[in-house]
T-cell receptor, first 113, second 113 residues
Framework: DPKIIQKPKYLVAVTGSEKILICEQY?????MYWYRQSAKKPLEFMFS???????DNQTASSRFQPQSSKKNHLDLQITALKPDDSATYFC????????????FGPGTRLTVL | QQQVRQSPQSLTVWEGETAILNCSYE??????FPWYQQFPGEGPALLIS?????DKKEDGRFTIFFNKREKKLSLHITDSQPGDSATYFC????????????FGSGTQLTVMP
């Protein structure tokens, strides 16, 4: 059974719209992260959360907002979508704080038209 | 500014050979270096990792050699198999307290049968 679930697998959106990417982990981990992978750049860190508290935000734009309703959930809301937001978004988690041993989900591939 | 560099960009070896993937970094405060394996359409999978207090880490056919003084590390895959064909990412953990992994651009490995 998959331990990190990301929904949906594929997502197509129009410019200016808003979407929510879902992430749930069943590893019993206390820290969760979001990363982005595009054709132009290596995997890029976006956010880190620990016990539902934001620990770090490396995303310059406020259009990206993580949302944590439960310890094992970390969704990503993206507003006012732009074509440059097209990428695969990966959720990850680790047992403890500190960033060691991060495990990644299967990703959500977002295309903005 | 790319803080983690990987070479070569692509590598082809024959089945049974040893594949050597290289990685270098700039920030001397980096202290944890995981390698991830990624197949098309999947998320990165944690393969093996090393902390800066060690100079070698082995796990089956996968070995990391680490040179702290030169800020270099390499991943050796012995007895390469066609199933090892994937993209391999070297990453480094930023020690600034943000828990973010900084990724290289990857090496695409092809193992010919």
């Amino acid at each position: 059974d998959p331990k990190i679930i990301q929904k949906p697998k594929y997502l197509v959106a129009v410019t200016g719209s808003e979407k929510i990417l879902i992430c749930e982990q069943y590893l019993g981990h206390n820290a969760m992260y979001w990363y982005r992978q595009s054709a132009k750049k290596p995997l890029e860190f976006m956010f880190s959360y620990s016990y539902q508290k934001l620990m770090d935000n490396q995303t310059a734009s406020s259009r990206f907002q993580p949302q944590s309703s439960k310890k094992n959930h970390l969704d990503l809301q993206i507003t006012a979508l732009k074509p440059d937001d097209s990428a695969t978004y990966f959720c990850a988690s680790s047992q403890d704080a500190g960033g060691y041993e991060q495990y990644f989900g299967p990703g959500t591939r977002l295309t903005v038209l | 500014q790319q803080q983690v560099r990987q070479s070569p960009q692509s590598l082809t070896v024959w089945e049974g050979e040893t594949a050597i993937l290289n990685c270098s970094y700039e920030d001397s405060t980096f202290n944890y270096f995981p390698w991830y394996q990624q197949f098309p359409g999947e998320g990165p999978a944690l393969l093996i990792s090393i902390r800066s207090v060690s100079d070698k880490k082995e796990d089956g056919r996968f070995t990391i050699f680490f040179n702290k003084r030169e800020k270099k590390l390499s991943l050796h895959i012995t007895d390469s198999q066609p199933g090892d064909s994937a993209t391999y990412f070297c990453a480094a953990l930023a020690s600034s307290g943000s828990w973010q992994l900084i990724f290289g651009s990857g090496t695409q490995l092809t193992v010919m049968p």
